[in-house]
């Protein structure tokens, strides 16, 4: 289907279905419930989902791929929201030009800073790609200000252009005439979900990203480019010149960032340069590794994990941590939510750092290969089931 | 050029800093071929270490002074320090003037045991695997370790005051022949360049005069043989990932009169104190600590207003952008061995 083989077509449908049913998913449990607070069903929290998936999983083209670790690529996602607000700006508030421009823009940008910083492989590449980001950073906030508005922040003002705009145009972004913001509330008896345009477009975006990825994945290309992982030095030898194959990879993945970034202006038409920040580009490398590098689906669960518990987390205080404890005994009680207190709420990075550490160290795949090993001891236990069973995914060592 | 004499020492203190933790930096990468990037995270530690000895000696209970009345005519309220109840109050209140020279003694132990902690604990586990999972576990690392900090001493940097006697300025200007009030350069930052100065002489003293020096820069040339001629590398190698903490938590102690203490002044160091090793060269600690002058000063021209109205914000992009050419033109740095990650 698609020209995907039966495996990847099967991984395609399992993600199509959970994003389009995701408000359904993410509100298991039903409205005023003490459960509630676990829901992320709400149109912000499930847009940041899929915009920072399309984000790792582009990422992971570069990173998963050629093991090229970048750690600029946040510069991409601030260019990509900085020129979609300047079509908001100049054009009108439709998210279609800003989108297409987003993409090229960064594109470009990842086409003059990719050209430059593949010249180097390794530690050197790392320390490039951080250097041109700090640099559009402090670009961004210091000289830069008549482009990107300095500290402030790019956003829409009354007295901008906006050329296309017609006397009954919408004043929020929409995608011709459908306000992103725009959210259909379906309640079923002590359960409602919203159903939120902005979220479904960026849905779909991050659907066609994720069938690129995995035909990019399947193709020549991204075998010459798992060739350039392995062994570089043996590609040189037989002649090949590796460079256009990673610079090629690192223009789609600055792409990929590129939408994000439009995307992200999409939903809400600001643009800061703190997007643009080596810790923005730090977040997409904890997503990516979390999830399991080189797979297809983990950037996506990477994403998706630390934005739920990012906001799960730092929802948690010490007066929930007491009713969940509520039935010990005082002293434990407390000595309980004491334990505790340092990971929740705003101690969330510290949970984060640890995870991250912990999966750097014993899971070098990430979740996904976490649920293969769970699937694997599993499957030992049932006497008589064969080992060659498929996987839906594998790390692309 | 009394302007150009003020920017010089102007990026001196700042310089020191850099080539403070790009020593400790380098010294980890050609030892240990790791690449530390919880460095800033130790430089942050140590800036803490003064503020906790700060808070320690400043220790104290209440009193109630019957004698005196405050404004609303209740009895008066006075705090002392167990420090000056201890030592009198002449000695007490020394004590605690000098309570960041005196956080240099508290923070060699605390800096090398964490050293020690950080290489056998975690970084000894990733000396086989590729740089790009060293970078990873000890970015995890430097997370954690600035949250653990943000978590006890709150997220607002915390003022720590230098002895007061190193609280003025000198005229420098003066010394050179000039007019008064042309280069005034302040106490503490002097003192900063003097230490570093002397921690940058000690360890290269350390590893230039000493059997134990000599062994680790055999080590650093060739492991293996080292390794086969009956010595334990590994343990020096340990000894010197702590004394490059040490290094780093130093270089964090000193500074922070110079700078309130907060908990992401590690992130903010270890990228540009990244882009001086790479531009010195990995592994060279002559041009780890000659790159961190340079670019030090470097940065403090760029930040002339002449140069700025020439060039609009030079002064923010300019190590960078010295770091960019460097790494195309002489990917070994300004000093880096032949050979050494030349890729």
């Not at chain 1, 050629?66 to 439709?94: D, E, P, R």
């Not at chain 1, 690192?250 to 994000?260: D, P, R």
């Not at chain 2, 930096?25 to 503020?51: E, P, Q, R, S």
Request: glycine content about 10%; charged content about 10%; overall charge neutral.
């Amino acid at each position: 289907m698609l020209g995907l083989d039966k495996r990847d077509a099967t991984l395609l449908i399992i993600v199509t279905l959970l994003t389009m049913f995701a408000p359904f998913i993410l509100n298991p449990f039903p409205e005023g419930s003490a459960m509630a607070q676990f829901n992320a069903g709400y149109p912000d929290l499930m847009q940041r989902f899929v915009i920072f998936g399309i984000f790792a999983v582009g990422f992971n083209i570069l990173f998963g791929l050629t093991g090229y670790l970048s750690f600029g690529h946040a510069a991409f996602l601030g260019v990509g929201s900085y020129s979609a607000v300047w079509m908001f700006k100049l054009l009108s508030m439709n998210v279609v030009p800003a989108i297409i421009l987003a993409v090229i823009v960064s594109g470009l940008f990842a086409l003059v800073i990719g050209y430059v910083s593949l010249r180097r492989s390794g530690i050197y590449f790392s320390i490039l790609t951080l250097a041109f980001a700090q640099m559009s950073f402090a670009l961004a906030y210091s000289v830069l200000t008549p482009i990107t508005n300095g500290e402030t922040g790019l956003q829409v003002y009354n007295d901008d252009p906006q050329y296309l705009m017609g006397p009954d145009s919408p004043t929020v972004t929409n995608l011709f005439g459908l306000e992103m913001r725009s959210t259909y509330t379906l309640d079923m008896g002590p359960w409602s979900f919203d159903f939120n345009a902005g979220y479904y477009m960026c849905a779909l975006f991050m659907l066609a990203a994720v069938y690129l990825s995995i035909r990019i994945f399947r193709s020549p290309f991204g075998l010459m480019l798992k060739a350039v992982k392995s062994n570089q030095q043996r590609m040189n030898f037989t002649g090949l010149n590796t460079r256009p194959y990673t610079l090629a990879a690192f223009v789609i993945s600055g792409m990929y960032a590129g939408l994000a970034g439009g995307l992200m202006a999409s939903m809400d038409p600001l643009a800061g340069a703190e997007r643009m920040q080596w810790t923005a580009s730090g977040e997409v490398v904890l997503m990516t590794i979390l999830g399991g590098a080189g797979t297809l689906i983990g950037p996506i669960l990477g994403a998706g994990f630390i934005k739920y518990f990012e906001n799960i987390f730092s929802k948690i205080n010490d007066s929930v941590l007491h009713q969940w404890f509520a039935f010990m005994p005082d002293g434990l009680e407390d000595f309980m939510v004491f334990i505790i207190h340092p990971f929740i709420g705003k101690g969330w990075h510290l949970t984060l750092g640890i995870l991250f550490m912990l999966v750097v160290i014993f899971l070098p795949g990430g979740l996904v290969e976490g649920g293969q090993r769970i699937a694997a001891w599993l499957r030992s236990k049932t006497p008589g089931a064969k080992d060659e069973t498929t996987k839906s995914t594998e790390p692309a060592e | 050029m009394d302007a150009i004499i003020l920017q010089i020492l102007n990026g001196l203190d700042k310089g020191s800093a850099y080539a403070l933790i790009a020593l400790g930096l380098t010294l980890i990468f050609g030892t240990l071929g790791v690449v530390n990037f919880a460095h800033g995270a130790l430089f942050m530690i140590g800036a803490f270490c003064a503020v906790t000895l700060n808070k320690i000696l400043t220790l104290g209970y209440i009193t109630i002074d019957e004698t005196q009345k405050d404004f609303l005519g209740n009895p008066l309220k006075v705090e002392n320090t167990y420090v000056e109840t201890w030592f009198g109050p002449e000695l007490g209140a020394a004590i605690i003037d000098w309570s960041v020279p005196l956080a240099i003694l508290f923070a060699i132990p605390v800096m090398v045991a964490i050293g020690f902690i950080m290489e056998r604990g975690l970084i000894k586990h990733f000396y086989n695997r590729p740089h790009a999972d060293q970078i990873l576990v000890t970015f995890g690392l430097a997370i954690v370790l600035q949250e653990i900090i943000k978590y006890f001493y709150g997220a607002n940097p915390i003022p720590t005051g230098a002895p007061e006697v190193f609280r003025g300025s000198l005229d420098f200007g003066v010394l050179l022949g000039f007019d008064p009030n042309v280069i005034i350069y302040p106490y503490w930052r002097l003192v900063y360049f003097l230490f570093a100065a002397a921690i940058i002489g000690a360890v290269f003293a350390f590893l230039q005069f000493t059997t134990f020096g000599m062994v680790v820069r055999a080590g650093m040339a060739d492991r293996e043989t080292v390794g086969l001629l009956g010595i334990n590398i590994d343990r020096r190698f340990t000894i010197m990932f702590g004394i490059a903490a040490a290094v780093a938590g130093l270089a964090g102690v000193m500074y922070a009169p110079i700078n309130s203490p907060n908990y992401h002044m590690g992130m903010d160091f270890l990228v540009l104190s990244f882009v001086v090793v790479v531009v010195g060269g990995m592994g060279s600690l002559p041009g780890a600590v000659l790159a961190g002058f340079l670019l030090g000063i470097l940065e403090s021209f760029a930040s002339m207003n002449e140069v700025k109205s020439l060039l609009p914000g030079i002064d923010q992009i300019i190590i960078y952008l010295v770091a960019i050419i460097i790494l195309l033109t002489r990917p070994r740095g300004l000093m880096g061995r032949k050979g050494v990650m030349e890729e």
